[in-house]
């Protein structure tokens, strides 16, 4: 199987991201999510790019200061690694991409939705764009698509969660059909789409229009 992007944007119009409230004026002003790999290595602490985050973490870059989510879903015990990868190597993987939710106008699909609920009581920062202005933000870079939750591997049925190098692919390589995609994501830093929304309150504004 493998999916096809047109039908893709047919059933998820709309992709989500999830970030710390502080974190609006960083992101206006950049009007780009960076990896964590990118921003790490700007604020001189490579160090840190192999190690889960159990807490917050705070970076002082030239742009201002930027906020990273813990990383307390990613349980080594819940995870199988594939490919020779070690913790700290997957921990690594996953620093290297920037990450949306797929869903539809009125919010995330159920995995995003559930991560929503997790971090409700930070209340954190929804950016809301259409996911056809998200790819034409970034013609250069290949969308890459996960059936899985990346970040927050479970058991099922008795099993661990299998995690590898090819736990996210571009379109051609997916293995399943594009209703299945959990999560979307990009192996670089991307730019935010001009109509980029979020939600102050009841309704969803113009992200860059605003001031947070």
């Known amino acids: 199987m493998s999916v096809n992007i047109k039908e893709f944007v047919r059933l998820r119009p709309y992709v989500f ?3 710390a409230r502080e974190n609006g004026s960083f992101l206006r002003g950049s009007r780009r999510l960076f990896t964590t790999l990118s921003l790490l290595e700007v604020a001189g602490r490579k160090d840190l790019a192999f190690t889960r985050r159990t807490d917050c973490l705070t970076l002082e870059l030239p ?3 930027v906020t990273l989510k813990d990383q307390k879903p990613l349980i080594e015990a819940n ?12 921990v690594h993987y ?5 990450y949306f939710w797929p869903g539809t106008e009125s919010g995330p699909i159920g995995p ?3 991560l929503l609920e997790h971090y409700e009581m930070d209340g954190p920062l929804v ?3 259409k996911t056809i202005d998200l ?6 870079l290949a969308p890459l698509f996960s059936p899985f939750n990346s970040g927050a591997p479970r058991y099922h049925s008795g099993q661990k969660a299998v995690r590898g190098p090819d736990l996210f692919t571009a379109a051609d390589d997916f293995p399943r059909r594009a209703s299945e995609v959990v999560e979307l994501a990009f192996a670089d830093n991307t730019l935010l789409p001009e109509s980029t929304e979020y939600r102050p309150q009841a309704g969803w504004t113009r992200f860059f229009d605003s001031i947070i």
Do not use: E, V, Y
Request: a positive charge; aromatic letters at 12%; glycine letters at 14%.
């Open 17 to 19: 991201h999830i970030s």
């Open 63 to 65: 742009l201002g200061r």
């Open 79 to 90: 995870t199988q690694l594939l490919g020779g990868w070690s913790f700290p190597d997957f």
């Open 94 to 98: 996953l620093n290297g991409k920037t």
């Open 112 to 114: 995003g939705r559930r």
């Open 127 to 129: 950016l809301r764009m």
């Open 135 to 140: 790819f034409a933000a970034n013609p250069n």
